[in-house]
């Protein structure tokens, strides 16, 4: 309970909040020793009654100010992990929408990308004959990545999202912190330029019947090449060469793109091309099709992007 005279001892106002966090405000009208009830009116617009509920508004401001602390989420994992989100890269949840006043997104702050969204849905949304309100997260992940997770409890299809590209996590403790804190990594990842995610890395055909790479990088590291469609300087280019030899064989960073080069003969046509720079050589068969096939590449008839998982394996491979 706290009692508190205003407006110089004319009235007083009594806050009690019970043991279940509810909150009871009375003005008492000290001249007559009876509560005040007008600031209450809708139309309690009067310059006199709107002082006292200005009054009013203020101590519980106050009260909620100073001895509360406030939390976002109802769970404590969705708070939990907030506060870790906000410590590790310093983002805090963005309440963008009126209609679904609970609803969280997580940006990278350098560019705005999401990477996260809490929300508050009915359980039957995800599981069929379940109920109850839960809060979940949708991250972006690889989707050979989310296909193993959606096997694993905790796990759902994404909700309102991509669901070949982003995936669904119970904030019920049902997932341990350190597990979902080690996904997000991931999906954030997705909003950094420069990284190593689907966004930046690519794989690229080469045809051997065309261009013979290994007679270009005898007299220099550095080639040009056709430009492809939204690939951006300083982004990981992987060389598919095709049969015979079926296996990505090199691996380059694009230092330029853009360029002005017309050129055609009567195997290719470009007007602009990129200067990309050998990194790395692989051994023939080393990342043949059918080691590609377990990451979900089944083909490479034409540029795409290389998955996550696939990304971290040649560089944990790259690095025995």
């Known amino acids: 309970m706290y009692s508190k005279n205003i407006m110089n001892d004319t009235f007083r106002i009594d806050i009690k909040i019970d043991a279940e966090g509810k909150v009871k405000g009375q003005i008492y009208d000290l001249s007559f020793e009876d509560e005040y009830t007008n600031f209450r009116l809708e139309d309690s617009t009067g310059s006199f009654v709107g002082q006292v509920k200005d009054e009013f508004i203020k101590l519980l401001t106050d009260i909620k100010n100073k001895c509360f602390i406030n939390v976002a989420f109802l769970s404590e994992q969705s708070n ?121 890395v690519w794989i690229i055909p080469a045809n051997p019947q065309y261009f013979d790479i290994e007679k270009s990088l005898k007299n220099s590291k550095t080639m040009i090449w056709k430009q492809r469609a939204n690939i951006q300087k300083n982004d990981i280019v992987y060389l598919y060469v095709a049969e015979p030899v079926s296996s990505i064989m090199y691996k380059f960073k694009v230092d330029d793109v853009n360029i002005s080069y017309d050129y055609h003969d009567e195997n290719i046509k470009m007007h602009k091309a990129m200067r990309i720079t050998l990194i790395t050589r692989y051994a023939k068969g080393t990342l043949s099709l059918a080691k590609l096939k377990e990451f979900g590449v089944t083909a490479v008839r034409s540029q795409r992007h290389m998955s996550l998982n696939l990304s971290e394996y040649i560089d944990k491979m790259s690095s025995k």
């Open 80 to 200: 939990r992990i907030a506060k870790a989100i906000k410590e590790k890269y310093g983002d805090e949840p963005n309440f963008e929408w009126e209609k679904f006043p609970r609803y969280a997104t997580f940006r990278n702050r350098d560019n705005k990308k999401w990477y996260g969204i809490i929300m508050n849905v009915d359980k039957s949304k995800l599981e069929a004959g379940s109920s109850g309100e839960m809060e979940i997260i949708d991250i972006k992940l690889d989707p050979n990545e989310i296909k193993e997770l959606l096997q694993c409890t905790g796990f759902y299809p994404a909700y309102h999202m991509n669901k070949k590209s982003w995936i669904t996590m119970a904030l019920n403790d049902t997932i341990c912190d350190e597990k979902i804190m080690e996904l997000i990594a991931k999906s954030y990842s997705y909003t950094v330029a420069g990284s190593s995610n689907v966004n930046n």
